[in-house]
């Protein structure tokens, strides 16, 4: 695979995730058209975070706008920090 054809993929990849607030699935990135070898590139980069098994996120966001996003889109379930 060529250079340029690996960056456009990337940043497909990465303008998929902004589009989704900085999170995204796995699932849904494959369902977008985007190759789990390009997620595992981004994450190995440092432009993304693996949250937990099949769950990314942007590494530029500070955590807690992460948290306020992603406690927005779950309609604002009950947290629990005991």
Do not use: H
């Amino acid at each position: 695979m060529s250079e340029p054809q690996n960056t456009n993929r990337r940043e497909a990849a990465i303008g998929l995730i902004k589009a989704r607030n900085g999170w995204i699935r796995m699932v849904e990135a494959l369902d977008a058209g985007i190759n789990r070898w390009t997620l595992y590139s981004l994450r190995d980069a440092g432009v993304i975070e693996q949250v937990s098994r099949g769950v990314y996120r942007l590494s530029d966001e500070p955590r807690f706008l992460c948290l306020i996003k992603l406690l927005w889109r779950c309609g604002f379930p009950v947290l629990c920090c005991a």
